[in-house]
């Protein structure tokens, strides 16, 4: 693994990757996959967001469209709405908390970075469903989580054909970063984009060699959290697959990555503490 020395710049405040951090959902929705993660409404938001920042959350991810496969279509207006309730809420309990937004929609983005002052875009489309994304973003001058994906949430899951799974996601992201880095965004983040587009044994074949994608020299960000590769491959259910989810977080970490994205920050906290005690055993 190489020696951690990564750092994105969050509106003028660097951070550093020298130990993981962990970024805690907060879904602002009726229909998210894991229904514990679900939030509506203000005291909801507020209790949600009150936990994973006391559990110790490093960034907070919100969300206000599901892109679990057969989730009903939300409008912009909607999904910003939804957005906007959640950013309020941490606008006033948890300011200096670094906030990502979870959205392909160029629009959303800018909203909320614009009335808000989100710190961070999190694109599950890596700017393939809006054409403005990636302008948006190297006009905002804010951080963008790039995460390779195919198709939509409605199609992805038919859209898994490679000839290499790892080789195939790394070229794909490398040309969008040079691209991204022609427009003069600077500050991206690598998401494999777990669990879209990709069938069980390609997540954990690409959970395997993480590293690869920690060559590109940028921190990558694994979101492993009770997806189907855990409870499908255990036979359970969202709800019962923290403890999968804490030994895939391990495997991450142990594999380089730089964020853990989950919807149990107290254990994925801990998780990634100890971790960072290997790497300083391990001198890297």
């Known amino acids: 693994?190489?020696?951690?020395?990564?750092?994105?710049?969050?509106?003028?405040?660097?951070?550093?990757?020298?130990t993981p951090k962990v970024m805690g959902i907060v879904n602002v929705t009726p229909d998210s996959f894991y229904s514990g993660s679900r939030t509506q409404g203000r005291d909801e938001i507020k209790d949600r967001v009150m936990t994973l920042v006391g559990e110790g959350a490093d960034i907070l991810d919100l969300g206000g469209y599901?892109?679990?496969?057969?989730?009903?279509?939300?409008?912009?207006e909607e999904e910003y709405s939804r957005l906007a309730a959640g950013l309020?809420?941490?606008?006033?309990?948890?300011?200096?908390?670094?906030?990502?937004?979870?959205?392909?929609?160029?629009?959303?983005?800018?909203?909320?970075?614009?009335?808000?002052?989100?710190?961070?875009?999190?694109?599950?489309?890596?700017?393939?469903?809006?054409?403005?994304?990636?302008?948006?973003?190297?006009?905002?001058?804010?951080?963008?989580?790039?995460?390779?994906?195919?198709g939509t949430p409605a199609t992805m899951q038919s859209l898994t054909d490679y000839a290499d799974v790892t080789a195939d996601i790394i070229t794909d992201l490398a040309k969008k970063v040079y691209e991204l880095r022609g427009l003069g965004v600077n500050d991206i983040?690598?998401?494999?984009?777990f669990g879209?587009?990709?069938?069980?044994?390609?997540?954990?074949?690409?959970?395997?060699?993480?590293?690869?994608?920690?060559?590109?020299?940028m921190p990558v960000l694994a979101g492993l959290s009770r997806k189907t590769m855990i409870w499908k491959t255990l036979g359970i259910t969202p709800g019962e697959s923290l403890d999968g989810t804490i030994a895939l977080d391990a495997i991450a970490l142990d594999r380089g990555a730089d964020i853990v994205r989950v919807?149990?920050?107290?254990?994925?906290?801990?998780?990634?503490?100890?971790?960072?005690?290997?790497?300083?055993?391990?001198?890297?």
Not at 2 to 16: E, M, W
Not at 66 to 76: K, Q
Not at 196 to 217: H, I, P, S, W, Y
Request: proline share 5%; with cysteine; glycine share 6%.
């Open 196 to 217: 879209f587009a990709k069938t069980v044994e390609q997540n954990f074949r690409l959970l395997d060699e993480l590293g690869e994608f920690c060559k590109m020299g």
């Open 88 to 150: 309020e809420v941490v606008k006033e309990v948890a300011p200096d908390v670094p906030v990502s937004i979870d959205t392909f929609r160029a629009a959303v983005a800018r909203k909320c970075v614009e009335e808000w002052g989100a710190d961070i875009i999190n694109d599950i489309s890596g700017g393939t469903l809006d054409p403005d994304m990636w302008h948006t973003v190297a006009d905002l001058r804010v951080a963008y989580v790039l995460m390779h994906t195919r």
């Open 66 to 76: 599901s892109s679990r496969p057969g989730a009903d279509d939300v409008s912009a």
């Open 189 to 193: 983040i690598i998401d494999p984009g």
């Open 1 to 18: 693994m190489l020696q951690k020395d990564l750092t994105i710049n969050i509106k003028g405040r660097p951070i550093t990757f020298d």
């Open 263 to 284: 919807h149990d920050v107290a254990p994925a906290v801990a998780t990634a503490r100890l971790m960072a005690v290997m790497r300083k055993v391990r001198g890297i």
